[in-house]
């Protein structure tokens, strides 16, 4: 299968940008490098006309397509999907084998969150090649960077969008990567990737949502590629997690999606995705969606929940996030939680995460350091690393299962979006002996006791002494 649509400067003729504003509804061609509208500012979707496209009847056609693994077009977890997101010639994205990623049946993790055995699922999305979610959604900007001609392309970063961009950039040589972080505001896990990959790192006095308002001017001033998820192209590649959790799942919808909300690329994303499926009848229901903020960084949550800022059939009222905003600068309120990841105030793509929620019927939660850090202890003991951002989905789901919103025999899909060791410090404070480096890492976040830590023993350098602990507490 591949797609049946001429080819014009590189782009194809099936798809185009339109804005998100239903009272504007403006469209542009692919070929032109835009983050908002420029006639009312607002969002952008990459969109397509299906009818230019040559699509699988259902979505198990797809399967085939693996026996063309020497095809990195179809090696690639997003690109063997490139029917459903048809905006690039085949011959022209780039792809570093990403996407290779695993949806395991987490029993373990079950009974923690309090569902049956066989019910909890967990897609672990820091198997990628520069270890988080990030690199779905930066092939596919970057594709489309590659595809318009650019030379130069900039992000800012918690860390791991920039450790995915400066990634992208060392492999291919295509452009040279300028990242933008806060003071103090990344972990060194992701910080060496940057440094390591050769990416020009820009830190100033400020916090992600500082660095986000810098770097679209800068990209816009000095005509700089931007590819932070403002890009309607990046969630085009994050879409593809959800494809790939069908096929896991032998293209059953499932009951739930619980994921991180930190920019809200990833569940704007899912929302797109499933949409878009349910559009072309290639499946008959949407799952629902959860979106778990951190309680240092709760945006959605009070706009939603406390709020009651809703989608309102493409009719948000988002001058109610304006006046959150202001309320923040008044303030002088900054994000702060051990998850890094997600720590943002001013999530860019909020609009289109209300389009997800409305989508999917949606809900939103917020949960403290103190439950994210267990409930990464117990997706440890369960056998796979990830980094605090990514346990919030599994503590979203454990309050949720706790309220009664989700049953105990639901089937449930936590997101994880990144690898434990891009914040090993956390990882080591939570299960240390020292209570000094305890307190220092993780106290002054209102974590006060390691409830799941796996602590080491100290014991002479005796063999008796040795062989007693072992027998001990094994």
Known sequence: ???????????????????????????????????????????????????????????????????????????????????????????????????????????????????KPGQLYLQYEGMNPSGSFKDNGMCAAFTHAHMVGAKRAACASTGNTSASLAMYCAVTQLMKAIIFIGSGKISYGKLSQALEYGALTVQIAGDFDDAMARVQEISKELGIYLVNSVNPFRLEGQKTVMFRVLEALRWEVP?????????????????????????????????????????????????????????????????????????????????????????INRPVNLKKCLRALDACDGVVRKVNDQEILDAKAQVGAGGIGCEPASAASVAGAKLLRQQGVIGSDDRVVCILTGHQLKDPTATVAYHTTDQDQFEEVLGSRGVTRASYANRAIAVPNQMDAIIKAIQLYS
């Not at 702060?336 to 990841?341: E, G, W």
């Open 255 to 343: 009951d739930w999606i619980v994921v991180p909300g930190g920019n809200l690329g990833n569940s704007s994303a899912f929302g797109k995705a499933f949409l878009e499926l349910k559009e072309l009848g290639l499946i008959n229901r949407i799952p629902r969606l959860a979106v778990i903020n951190a309680a240092g960084a709760d945006t959605l949550d009070v706009l939603y929940n406390q709020r009651n800022l809703r989608w309102s059939r493409g009719r948000p009222r988002m001058e109610i996030a304006c006046w959150y905003y202001d309320e923040l600068d008044r303030d002088h309120v900054k994000a702060d939680t051990i998850a890094s990841a997600i720590e």
């Open 1 to 115: 299968m591949s797609v049946s649509t001429s080819v014009q400067n590189g782009t194809t003729t099936a798809a185009f940008q339109r804005c998100l504003n239903i009272d504007c509804g403006a469209t542009y061609d692919v070929g032109e490098v835009l983050t908002r509208c420029p006639k009312c500012f607002d969002l952008l979707d990459v969109a397509y006309d299906w009818n230019k496209v040559a699509l699988p009847s259902k979505l198990s056609d797809l399967e085939a397509l693996w026996s063309r693994r020497h095809d990195p077009l179809r090696f690639s977890g997003v690109w063997r999907f490139h029917e459903l997101l048809p905006y690039a010639p085949a011959n022209r994205v780039i792809t570093v084998g990403e996407g290779q990623t695993l949806l395991q049946q987490a029993d373990f993790v079950a009974k923690y969150v309090g569902l």
